[in-house]
């Protein structure tokens, strides 16, 4: 009797362990698959041109700034920058403009539809980019946005801005409404209220979504790639003289992208986890 | 002189019916009590009069001005909600002064009725707080503050006191009364606790599935339920309710009773007596003891009459034993009768 009893036991002490030695294992596996690559490419932009095109390869950094130092100075670059920022400046601020609303009305109102649109605005991810280019541009071109700072942003903007709606929509939907009620009995209109009450408890919230909207529009390639010519953001840059360029080029050019990104996303985490809960529902 | 009038107030949700038609007259300085299980209406029909939702019929007139298309700020009503609504990233000086702000007061008047209202609710030592920083209790006192400061002519309650613990409640509910009764405003508080409702009130409004079944002083509605309904609905324990025959003119027959009552075409209607309103003695119900419940001043004794359940309050000395036939007798005087169709007093 004792050893039934006791099979299943151990059985089941085996299977657990198994289950944490692949818990493990996985961790590992998707730790190294994010992290080599960065590692990798911090490693060389802080080693001088020799080094990067050196064999064996270090271990650490030399902290040494020849590469970046050509990277900045590299031709077209600033300029190339200059447009990252402006068009993910645009983009951070068209995407808040609408999406901010839309997150608000979601959260506030009950109208016909409400799920449907919820829905609509996940499935604007669901269309490739590549798909769109090709029309995308000839209409630019028609219409004469083509590379300009705002076509790019405005299509940037479409990519970024289901993101703005869902975060501000879970922001607002975690201030509760009574809030709002209580500054509408004690003299406010609605957009008093808004002002007075709503807007600095959700102020961190919207700024995180905005520096979420910044970095999509910072890291977006393909349709600057497609919409630009003069006006090259630094992604559609790096990948037009990768080519041609030397390899310390392409890992310092690589880190100027990645590091910025990388601070304002961990900056952000904590909003966008209220997002994924919020989306999953 | 702020009165209200609801007239005909009536509350659609798609296909439900929230309030059928309502109808209450509150007089200026009343404390009216709005009472009734959850999902009978009274919150829906409070939020109508502070103008947080709309009416799909009738009118609300507050000091003989028709309001019921003016947005909540220009009432003259202030609310206090169930969960306190104080605004997290405000001082408490600041909550308090967000409505004397929003009127442009000048500073030297809203500091002065901040301090007044902070002290009258003995809040003054909390007004560099934040909520965060703050116990239920108090924000619940700064929530009262933040509406008495606002000096409007009608104050709302939605179940103001029901998150917080007992005691508390307790102490609360004496330090609203006198708050409000010197503050000179109609108030209207919407609970669902019957102990609240009696102690606090001018006249509890009792309602149930969208309508006000009774709107009466506390003893009236305690005594002279107008329907089944207030009668089983107030009371700890219920009103008793045992099917009475017809057993002549104006007479009727109530568990081996025969006592007088109503004139009424109908052959059966329905007794009801109050569990503290019987007595035990040589006459009376026949009873049979199922329970008994010493509860110190007096003993509860739940008893089988008619094959229902009955309960009477008896003196704690009274000597009962579990399954001894007993004979209730009711206090004539405090007898009310039922017509069981219309579930309407007799």
């Not at chain 1, 060389?44 to 050196?54: F, I, K, R, Y």
């Not at chain 1, 990252?84 to 506030?108: C, E, H």
């Not at chain 1, 076509?151 to 975690?174: E, M, N, Q, W």
Request: hydrophobic share 50%; charged share 15%.
């Amino acid at each position: 009797m004792s050893a039934v009893t006791q099979t299943p036991a151990a059985a089941s002490a085996d299977a657990r362990k198994a289950g944490d030695w692949l818990l493990i294992a996985t961790v590992i596996l998707l730790g190294v698959w994010v992290l080599l690559p960065i590692y990798l490419l911090i490693v060389n932009a802080l080693s001088s041109p020799e080094q990067v095109t050196a064999f064996p390869k270090r271990f650490f950094p030399a902290f040494d700034t020849g590469s970046l130092s050509f990277f900045i100075n590299f031709a077209g670059v600033a300029r190339a920058l200059w447009n990252s920022v402006l068009v993910a400046t645009l983009t951070m601020i068209l995407s808040i403009g609408f999406g901010a609303p839309a997150g608000y009305a979601l959260s506030r109102f009950d109208f016909p539809g409400k799920g449907t649109f919820r829905f609509l605005v996940l499935m604007t991810r669901a269309f490739p980019l590549p798909l769109l280019a090709l029309p995308l541009a000839v209409m630019f071109i028609r219409t004469g946005l083509d590379d300009t700072a705002i076509g790019l942003a405005l299509v940037h903007t479409t990519l970024a801005l289901p993101f703005a709606v869902l975060i501000t929509f879970s922001l607002f939907s975690g201030i509760p409404v009574e809030l709002e009620e209580a500054a509408w009995t004690l003299g406010c209109t609605r957009l008093q209220a808004f002002r007075k009450v709503i807007l600095p408890l959700a102020l961190p919230g919207i700024a995180a979504s905005a520096v979420f909207a910044f970095t999509i529009s910072w890291n977006e390639v393909f349709a600057a790639a497609v919409l630009t010519i003069e006006n090259r953001t630094l992604t559609a840059f790096l990948l037009q003289s990768l080519g041609e360029s030397p390899l310390y080029l392409k890992f310092a050019g690589g880190a100027a992208l990645v590091v910025p990104a990388l601070i304002f996303i961990f900056a952000v985490r904590k909003y966008l986890f209220a997002m994924w809960g919020i989306a999953n529902r | 002189m702020a009165e209200i009038a609801i007239k005909g107030v009536a509350k659609r949700f798609g296909g439900f019916t929230a309030l059928h038609q309502v109808n209450l007259a509150i007089a200026d300085q009343e404390f009216m009590v709005l009472l009734g299980a959850s999902g009978c209406g009274k919150t829906t029909l409070l939020r109508i009069v502070a103008g947080l939702e709309t009416p799909s019929q009738g009118e609300v007139w507050i000091g003989g001005r028709r309001v019921d298309h003016l947005p909540p700020r220009e009432r003259g009503i202030a609310m206090v909600f169930q969960n306190y609504a104080v605004f997290p990233h405000l001082t408490v000086f600041e909550n308090i002064a967000f409505g004397l702000r929003m009127k442009k007061l000048p500073q030297a008047d809203v500091e002065r009725r901040v301090n007044r209202t902070a002290e009258l609710m003995h809040i003054e030592q909390l007004l560099k707080r934040y909520s965060g920083q703050l116990s239920g209790g108090q924000r619940q006192r700064v929530a009262v503050a933040r509406a008495l400061a606002m000096e409007p002519d009608v104050i709302l309650m939605d179940e103001p006191l029901s998150n917080l613990d007992a005691l508390l409640r307790l102490e609360m509910r004496a330090e609203l009364k006198g708050v409000l009764a010197a503050s000179k405003t109609t108030t209207i508080y919407v609970t669902h606790d019957q102990v609240e409702a009696m102690s606090l009130a001018d006249r509890i409004a009792v309602m149930h599935q969208g309508r006000i079944v009774q709107a009466a002083s506390p003893v009236e509605v305690y005594r002279n339920p107008a329907a089944r309904f207030v009668g089983s609905f107030i009371g700890n324990p219920p009103m008793n309710f045992i099917p009475a025959t017809k057993a002549g003119n104006g007479s009727w027959s109530v568990a081996g009773l025969t006592l007088p009552g109503p004139k009424s075409d109908k052959q059966k209607i329905e007794f009801a007596i109050r569990p503290e309103d019987v007595d035990a003695g040589s006459e009376g119900l026949h009873a049979t003891v199922r329970v008994i419940e010493p509860l110190g001043p007096h003993t509860l004794v739940t008893c089988d009459v008619e094959g229902g359940l009955f309960r009477a309050i008896l003196e704690s000395n009274a000597s009962v034993k579990v399954g001894e036939q007993l004979r209730l007798a009711p206090k004539p005087d405090r007898v009310r009768w039922f017509d069981p169709e219309t579930t309407n007093a007799l």
